[in-house]
């Protein structure tokens, strides 16, 4: 196993960027289709607070469904276990917004990072606000996670969102229809189209995932969660982090990862370190191609795999 992080991550840096095998990139709104696919960022933080930088690991991008990390986190303050009520803890086996499901399972989405699932997650955290004020909160609550003040929704990629919303509208519709939406559709919908328009770096999305890392505590002091709850949140990343395609970034990976559609992967090795990674483009499960690969490399030189012997 190596040892010396830094050249590991410049040695994977310099190979992905050399790579012409790099996916494709997510046409569905104009402001992703745009993303130059020959990006590609890297940052790792450790349990001991090094932090290392490779490639446009500085440069902002849409993070999407990895949001949902933070969305979750929030609404388990809020309700606790009692969100189970309405959402599931199993992998779906299905595209990240599919629909199928939820008719033969009664508006109960399988997992809170299909988008079914988010959808309920909004409408959860959207109790008692508006939707500015739930967004704001998600965002002080990155912010706060990141230490960085500077983490913002990027309006554009939040007004696409809207505009090509129709099948996150079928699904909240849908939900709705079961009793599994408590605010009208609307408000919801804004809600999750504004979240998946929040752009960061891999640099702050690394900072963002430190306390699953560390047992849910906070390195600047303080628990941001339970240990049980970080516990559980990595546990779900693992198993349904990459909707279709989970088991097989189990298989290549090993460590708790949620991707989005921009070309973001954040990955966790409990105990070890915080991983971000972006390209935007992505493998056919919408997955980024190089940032699956990038972080196998990872694992595979560090024992970051949380099913290896030397992970701990
Ligand atoms: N905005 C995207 C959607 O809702 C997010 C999906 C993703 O990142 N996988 O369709």
């Known amino acids: 196993m190596r040892h010396d992080l830094k050249a590991i991550i410049d040695d994977i840096v310099a190979d ?7 996916g494709t990139v997510a046409s569905y709104i104009p402001g992703l289709a745009s993303a130059d696919p020959n990006r590609f960022g890297l940052a790792v933080v450790t349990a001991e607070g090094e932090v290392i930088l490779g490639g446009d690991a500085e440069t902002g991008f849409s993070i999407q469904s990895i949001s949902k990390v933070f969305t979750l986190t929030l609404a388990l303050g809020k309700v606790g276990n009692a969100l189970w009520d309405r959402v599931g803890r199993e992998p779906s086996g299905s595209a990240f917004n599919s629909i199928v499901q939820l008719e033969r399972e009664n508006g109960i989405p399988r997992n809170p990072f299909i988008n079914a699932g988010a959808i309920v997650i909004s409408d959860v955290n959207l109790a008692g ?3 500015g004020d739930a967004i704001g909160e998600l965002i002080n609550f990155l912010r706060y996670l990141t230490d960085d003040g500077s983490i913002v929704v990027d309006p554009a990629i939040a007004q696409s969102e809207a505009e090509h919303g129709y099948r996150n509208a079928a699904l909240a519709n849908y939900m709705r229809a079961f009793g599994n939406l408590q605010n009208p559709v609307e408000p919801v919908l804004a809600s999750y189209f504004n979240q998946c328009a929040i752009e960061m770096t891999c640099h702050q999305l690394a900072r963002a995932g430190r306390f699953l890392m560390l047992d849910g505590r906070h390195p600047g002091g303080g628990q941001v969660v339970s240990p049980a709850r970080a516990r559980r949140i ?5 198993t349904c982090g990459h909707y279709d395609a989970s088991g097989d970034f189990a298989f290549s990976v090993g460590m708790p990862g949620k991707s989005g559609v921009g070309g ?3 990955a966790i090795a409990p105990g070890k370190a915080s991983v971000a990674v972006w390209s935007p483009g992505l493998n056919a499960n919408g997955n980024s191609h190089l940032g699956t690969r990038a972080l196998e490399r990872l694992t595979t030189e560090t024992g970051w795999s949380v099913f290896s012997a030397d992970h701990n």
């Open 264 to 266: 973001g992967i954040l």
């Open 234 to 238: 990595n546990a779900l990343m693992l």
């Open 129 to 131: 606000h508006r939707t």
């Open 16 to 22: 992905m960027r050399a790579e012409t095998e790099r």
